[in-house]
């Protein structure tokens, strides 16, 4: 309901914006972009779009936060410019989507364990132990298992409340993929999906409802999305990473973990990264574009202006923002292969020059 | 020619409401064939299985089905010695009391709360109880879902009951009473059996009422997609795993809640239909 809320909501939103910067002379040659997918990078793309519509006020970008299934449908459906997604294209998608799709990296995120436990402000976790908490299998605080990885803490004896997405999730997807790297339990037990069938535990609806089952109830632990969990500053739990060190969740550990070698077409998953500061649980999100832009009735002029607002996007001031609203820029390398991404986009084989 | 265009009016507004009952009808039924063709309407029916897993891919309603019809029926339970004293009170002992219309008020504007509003109450106010008298470790679950569902009902049931209870024939209360009858004795031999069968409708009401609540019982039963162990467990109804499921659910996912949608309006439609039965023969009477 409320993101159908949101995805009425925000075409006014946008208009009415675009209206307060003026738009006396636009309407002759005004555009409209319209992306649509992932919610999970949806507060980001809010405010980037509006900065890019701010500079170009001939342009207007619509996004509608649906979902990154919706996304992926709606791009293959021609009903979008660009979708949006938190997982890339697997083999059978992309033969499903009738042409070549490129997919831009736009910042980076992660998925936190959020805890509630009076007296305990630093706790360190690890992937099996969160499996094992996950799959009925440690109920206490107390448990051997925990003391061991925090010999320093007094832990209560309490039952564990392990709180997980009642609704389909990309931070499902990311979360169930860590554990189904570090635990060969869970992968046989669990898997990784958006949706999962869950042994232990209660669920609540998107990360507010996590969130708040979290902070009202002594002994839950629930995972949340790391640009929703770092805004609220709740308490989150260490995670020991490959290299075996305990890291926090902050910009620069998630934004660590994309320091392995990256692919040439930016599918990459970097849960469980080898680098040393890396925290474990971190993920990129992409906008996917076609790569040949001349399909249907589309403009040369539409499709640079797609490229205009990729450009944007990955520009040191799009991801600047991202920093300020607690999403993790892209590293040096991701940026570096977008670019070299962004140039591939063409016009039935005309390569794009932006206009500016 | 003036009463000809309202009769017309009234012909085209009836006939507006048949066209959409009959096409939420035939929306709900021709998007849920995908999940009855799959499993058979029994076989999902009373399949408890519910994974998502697109590898392992399986879905049965049971256990929503077993998760509504407990809290429905415990919060009907709950609220039956609430609402039934108010409908005495209202209907009997204080009938066209100042009094009565003041507690008749109130109890109208426990109907006039939003559900989330109950929804919030129960999460911060009633689950805090729930986790101190033991019930469970994090409060959600069945029993919390049924306490604050049963006071959303209260007033569905007493406001009918409180009719039919002032309706019972005044000549039969003053025979019981001039044989010497106390009021108690009045209320327990006359106006409870007379009005008996309103009552009991009024209650089958209130029960379609809490079979299909969304938003509070969503916020409060731990949505966990497994047939419930008891009332201390957390559950799912087929109303809030809609409210849950809904939004990212394509293919055969989307088409099994969209069959479990219909399963709860054939339900509620029994349940209404039951109850206009027995409030027809109190008609009778």
Same mark, same amino acid.
């Given at each position: ?356 | ?157 007493? =406001? @009918?009951? %409180?009719?039919?209870?002032?309706? /019972? ?9 001039? &044989? #010497?009858? !106390? ?7 006359? =106006? @409870?059996? %007379?009005?008996?069968?309103?009552? /009991? ?9 809490? &079979? #299909?609540? !969304? ?71």
């Amino acid at each position: 309901m409320r993101r159908l809320f949101l995805f009425l909501l925000f075409p006014l939103l946008l208009q009415s914006c675009n209206n307060n910067s003026g738009t006396t002379g636009g309407s002759s040659s005004q555009s409209t972009i319209s992306g649509a997918g992932a919610t999970f990078p949806y507060p980001y793309y809010n405010i980037v779009f509006r900065d890019f519509m701010r500079y170009n006020e001939d342009k207007t970008v619509n996004y509608g936060a649906i979902g990154s299934g919706g996304g992926i449908r709606s791009l293959r459906d021609h009903s979008v410019d660009f979708g949006a997604s938190d997982a890339f294209l697997n083999e059978k998608e992309i033969e499903s989507m009738n042409g070549e799709v490129i997919h831009i990296a736009t910042c980076m995120g992660g998925v936190v364990m959020a805890y509630t436990l009076e007296g305990v402000d630093s706790l360190r976790l690890t992937g099996q132990l969160i499996s094992d908490i996950y799959l009925g299998k440690i109920e206490k605080w107390n448990d051997q298992r925990i003391v061991a990885e925090n010999p320093d803490i007094k832990l209560p004896d309490l039952d564990i409340t392990p709180v997980y997405r009642s609704d389909g999730s990309g931070t499902t997807f990311n979360f169930s993929e860590y554990l189904s790297v570090v635990s060969q339990e869970w992968n046989r037990i669990m898997g990784k999906g958006k949706s999962l069938k869950w042994p232990a535990g209660i669920a609540a609806k998107g990360n507010p409802g996590v969130a708040g089952i979290v902070q009202q109830t002594e002994g839950a632990i629930g995972y949340i999305g790391s640009e929703y969990a770092l805004t609220l500053r709740l308490p989150t739990a260490k995670l020991k990473n490959r290299a075996g060190n305990y890291v926090d969740a902050t910009l620069e550990t998630i934004s660590a973990a994309a320091n392995v070698t990256l692919p040439d077409d930016m599918r990459a998953t970097i849960t469980d990264s080898d680098d040393p500061n890396a925290y474990p649980i971190s993920l990129f999100t992409w906008i996917l574009v076609y790569k040949d832009q001349a399909y249907d009735n589309r403009t040369l002029e539409e499709a640079q202006d797609i490229v205009e607002l990729l450009e944007y996007v990955i520009s040191p001031e799009g991801q600047k923002v991202a920093a300020q609203i607690n999403y993790a820029p892209l590293s040096e390398q991701a940026l570096e292969i977008n670019s070299r991404l962004i140039k591939q986009i063409n016009y039935g084989g005309l390569s794009i020059t932006p206009q500016n | 020619m003036k009463d000809k265009i309202f009769r017309f009016l009234l012909f085209f507004a009836a006939l507006i409401i048949l066209l959409l009952t009959a096409g939420i009808i035939f929306a709900l039924v021709s998007r849920s064939t995908e999940a009855f063709q799959e499993y058979g309407i029994w076989g999902f029916i009373a399949n408890p299985e519910w994974d998502p897993r697109p590898a392992t891919e399986e879905y049965g309603a049971l256990s929503f089905i077993v998760g509504t019809l407990y809290t429905a029926f415990f919060a009907l339970f709950l609220c039956v010695p609430f609402s039934l004293s108010v409908a005495l009170f209202n209907g009997e002992y204080f009938k066209g009391k100042r009094i009565s219309s003041f507690v008749r008020s109130i109890v109208d504007l426990l109907a006039g709360i939003p559900s989330i509003v109950y929804g919030l109450w129960g999460f911060y106010a009633v689950r805090p109880l729930i986790i101190d008298l033991g019930i469970n470790a994090q409060g959600f679950g069945i029993f919390l879902s049924s306490i604050v569902l049963a006071i959303m009902i209260i007033p569905y049931a007493s =406001s @009918l009951s %409180t009719e039919f209870i002032s309706m /019972v024939p005044n000549k039969l209360k003053e025979g019981a009473y001039s &044989l #010497g009858a !106390t009021q108690f004795e009045v209320i327990q031999n006359i =106006s @409870l059996p %007379t009005a008996r069968s309103g009552i /009991v409708a009024s209650y089958i009401l209130a029960l379609g009422r809490a &079979l #299909g609540e !969304t938003m509070a019982v969503t916020m409060l039963i731990g949505n966990t997609d497994r047939i419930p162990k008891g009332l201390r467990d957390t559950g799912n109804t087929m109303a809030s795993v809609i409210a849950n499921q809904f939004g990212e659910a394509d293919g055969l996912k989307l088409s099994s809640l969209i069959a479990i949608g219909l399963l709860l309006f054939v339900i509620t439609a029994l349940i209404n239909m039951i109850a206009k039965l027995v409030m027809k023969k109190v008609a009778s009477i």
